[in-house]
C-alpha cells in the first residue's frame, strides 16, 4: 500500500512528470490549490478511487475520492460518521499517538519520519525500531513515510509496516548526483547538466575546498613523468584542450582562467637530482624540451646547476578554474548543496547527515576522501608572494618538489609540502620555512617579496598513484571518478568530459580508462 | 640496522637487505626514484641485488611533477 505524497507547491506538470516514473497505490493530495490538483488528475486519466484529498471533507462529496488523510490532532468520527466506507488515514508520531488513532477507527497511519528527509531536516529521524514497536502495537496498516525510496521497501516491510509514503523519491528526483564539489565534480556536472540531465553537486564543505583551491595549476603533462604511464596519453591531450577550455569558459561565465604558456623550467643541484633530469631528458627524446647546462641562459632570474625546457607545460589560475566551472554548472541549473556530508550512496540515491537526495545515477567525485584502502590524503603547504619587480613567466620546478608559479598582479605561487595522511588544514611553520628556502635559493629575485597568503590542500592519492574511473564494484549505477593526485587540474576537464559521457551511456569509454578501474583496488569495499 | 636517508638517521627492520626493500619500506615506487648509496648512484636495474649495509647513507630523489 504505497503513497505518493505531492509537494506542497508543485505544479501538475511536475506532479505528472513525477507520477509517470513511478509506482504507487494511493496520490495523497497534499497540496495549497488541492481542488485545481484533484481536477487535473482526474482530467489526466487518473482514477478518482486512487485520490486521497488533506483533511477537507468537502472533496470527497465534490469529487468522490477514495478517502482523506488527517493530522496527528484531527477528530476522524465525523468523518467516519459521514463516509463510512471511505478511507480515512491519519499521521501519527508515537506509538501512543497511533494507540489513539487505531481506537477512532482509523483505516490506516502515516508514521514517521523514519528516515532524513528532507522535509524534517532539524528533527531526529525515528529509525526502524520504532516503526516496528508501532506495527506491533496496532492491526491497522502502518505506512511509513521519511526518506522513502524503492530502494528500502523490503526493510520497511521486514519490521511490519504495509508501504511507504514517498515525497522526494517520486517528485525530487535527480538524474545525476554529483558526490564532492572539486574540479572533478563540478567540471563533470557541467557538461551532464550541459547535455540535458538534471544534476545536482553534494558538497561536504564548499565548492573545491579539498585540493581544488589549493593546486598551483601546473599543465605538467610532460614534466610529471619521465616513463610510460597510461595516464600519459590523456594529460597530452588535457594540455592541448586548455587555451580552447579558456575560451569556452570565458565565454560561458565570464571567468577568465589565466592560461599561460610561458613553459616549465626543471631544474636541479645535486648529483643525485641531476641524474633524475638527464633520465627524464631521455625518456623525452627532445620532444619539446631543451637541455640548459646553464639556466641563467634559459631565464636570467632562475639559480641551478642544470635545467630542462618543457615549453609547452603552461598552467592555469586553479581557483579562477574552480569558480568557472561552477559558474558554468549553475548557468545550466545544476542544484548545488553545501555543508552537507553524504554518509551513504546507494544504487538509486544518497543520504546525508540531513536528507536523502534520488537519482537514477550517483557518481562519487570526493578527492582525498573515500576507503582508506584505496585513496587518502597527502597535505600540501603553499605560500604566495607580491613581487611587482620581479619579471619572471616560466613556471620554475625544482627536482625536490619545491614550485614557483607566477600568477596575476605580480604574484608567485611557492608550493608544496607533501605530508602523507594528514586531513589537517593548518599551516606549519616550518612547511613555510622550507618553501621559502627552496624558493628563495632558486629566485633569489623574491627575497624582498611580501608574503600574502598561505594555505593548504588535500592531494587525493591512490594506493598505486592511478586515478579511479569507472563503475562502482558493487554499487549499481553509481561510477568512481577521483584520485588525481598532482594532476587533478590538468586532467579536470579532459577526464570529466569522458565520464560525462560515460554517464549518458557511451559504454567505449570503459575500454579507454581500463588501466583506472576502481574494481582494481576497490573490490567488495562499497563507497 | 640504521642508516642515514636524505640526511635523517632512520631504524629500518633486519627484513631490509637491498635497495629495492628499502624503497617498499619506505613505500616508493622503484620506477620513480633515484638512488645514490655512499655517493654512488645505483642503476635501477640493481635495487633488487644491491645490498644494504650498517651506517650506509642513501639519498633518494622522486620524479615528481604537477600541483
Known amino acids: 500500500m504505497n503513497f505518493a505524497v505531492t509537494p506542497y507547491h508543485a505544479t501538475i506538470a511536475h506532479i505528472l512528470e513525477g507520477l509517470a516514473e513511478a509506482i504507487y497505490d494511493y ?4 497540496h495549497k490549490e488541492p481542488q ?42 465525523v468523518f467516519k460518521q459521514q463516509f463510512p466506507n471511505k478511507l480515512a488515514g491519519q499521521s501519527v508520531h508515537s506509538q501512543e499517538a497511533a494507540i489513539i488513532a487505531a481506537s477512532q477507527q482509523a483505516d490506516y497511519l502515516f508514521f514517521g519520519h523514519v528516515f532524513p528527509s528532507a522535509s524534517k531536516q532539524q528533527q531526529t529521524p525515528k529509525g526502524l525500531t520504532t516503526l516496528q514497536r508501532v506495527c506491533q502495537a496496532v492491526s491497522i496498516p502502518v505506512i511509513a513515510i521519511g526518506g522513502m525510496h524503492i530502494g528500502v521497501e523490503q526493510q520497511i516491510r521486514a519490521v511490519g509496516a504495509h508501504g511507504m509514503a514517498m515525497i522526494s523519491s517520486i517528485f525530487s528526483r535527480f538524474d545525476v548526483l554529483v558526490v564532492g564539489g572539486g574540479v572533478m565534480g563540478c567540471a563533470t556536472a557541467w557538461r551532464l547538466a550541459e547535455a540535458g540531465q538534471r544534476v545536482a553537486v553534494i558538497e561536504q564543505q564548499t565548492i573545491g575546498s579539498g585540493a581544488s583551491n589549493a593546486a598551483g595549476g601546473m599543465l605538467g603533462a610532460q614534466n610529471e613523468w619521465a616513463e610510460e604511464n597510461p595516464l600519459q596519453p590523456f594529460a597530452l591531450e588535457a594540455r592541448e584542450a586548455y587555451p580552447a577550455l579558456q575560451r569556452e569558459l570565458l565565454a560561458l561565465t565570464g571567468i577568465d582562467i589565466e592560461w599561460q604558456n610561458a613553459g616549465l623550467i626543471k631544474v636541479a643541484d645535486t648529483a643525485l637530482e641531476q641524474q633524475a633530469l638527464t633520465t627524464q ?63 551513504d550512496v546507494f544504487d538509486g540515491g544518497v543520504r546525508t547527515i540531513h536528507q536523502t537526495l534520488f537519482a537514477d545515477k550517483v557518481v562519487v567525485t570526493t578527492g582525498a576522501w573515500g576507503d582508506a584502502d584505496c585513496v587518502s590524503p597527502v597535505k600540501g603547504e603553499c605560500v604566495m608572494l607580491h613581487a611587482p619587480d620581479v619579471q619572471l613567466e616560466k613556471t620554475i620546478f625544482h627536482a625536490n618538489g619545491c614550485y614557483i608559479v607566477p600568477k596575476a598582479n605580480h604574484r608567485f605561487l611557492i608550493g608544496a609540502t607533501s605530508i602523507a595522511n594528514d586531513f589537517s588544514r593548518h599551516v606549519t611553520a616550518k612547511g613555510v620555512q622550507w618553501l621559502l628556502d627552496q624558493a628563495l635559493r632558486i629566485v633569489p629575485a623574491l627575497a624582498t617579496a611580501a608574503i600574502v597568503e598561505t594555505w593548504t590542500g588535500l592531494r587525493p592519492q591512490t594506493r598505486d598513484g592511478l586515478p579511479l574511473m569507472g563503475l562502482h564494484p558493487t554499487i549499481p549505477n553509481v561510477y568512481v571518478h577521483q584520485g588525481h593526485y598532482r594532476n587533478g587540474i590538468l586532467l579536470s576537464h579532459c577526464l570529466s568530459e569522458k565520464m560525462a559521457r560515460l554517464i549518458l551511456g557511451d559504454r567505449a569509454i570503459l575500454t579507454q580508462v581500463e588501466a583506472f578501474s576502481p574494481s582494481r583496488l576497490m573490490k567488495e569495499v562499497s563507497t | 640496522m640504521t642508516i642515514t636517508v636524505n640526511g635523517h638517521n632512520m631504524d629500518i627492520p633486519l627484513s631490509c637487505n637491498t635497495i629495492a626493500q628499502l624503497l617498499a619500506h619506505l613505500k616508493l615506487k622503484e620506477t620513480l626514484a633515484i638512488v645514490e648509496q655512499n655517493g654512488h648512484i645505483l642503476s635501477k636495474k640493481t635495487y633488487a641485488t644491491q645490498q644494504l649495509h650498517q651506517q650506509d647513507t642513501i639519498e633518494i630523489v622522486q620524479f615528481v611533477g604537477g600541483g
Open chain 1, 27 to 30: 496520490i495523497y493530495v497534499r
Open chain 1, 36 to 77: 485545481h490538483i484533484i481536477e487535473a488528475l482526474l482530467a489526466a486519466g487518473i482514477p478518482k478511487e486512487q485520490l486521497i484529498a488533506h483533511r477537507d471533507i468537502s472533496l470527497v462529496t465534490t469529487y468522490d475520492v477514495a478517502g482523506v488523510h488527517f493530522r496527528e490532532t484531527d477528530c476522524l468520527q
Open chain 1, 281 to 343: 631528458y631521455a625518456y623525452w627524446q627532445q620532444h619539446e624540451v631543451a637541455w640548459f647546462d646553464d639556466v641563467s641562459q634559459c631565464d636570467a632570474y632562475v639559480h641551478a646547476a642544470c635545467g630542462l625546457y618543457f615549453q609547452r607545460d603552461g598552467q592555469v589560475n586553479a581557483r579562477q578554474l574552480t569558480e568557472a566551472y561552477k559558474q558554468a554548472m549553475l548557468r545550466y541549473d545544476v542544484q548545488v548543496f553545501e555543508h552537507e556530508q553524504v554518509v
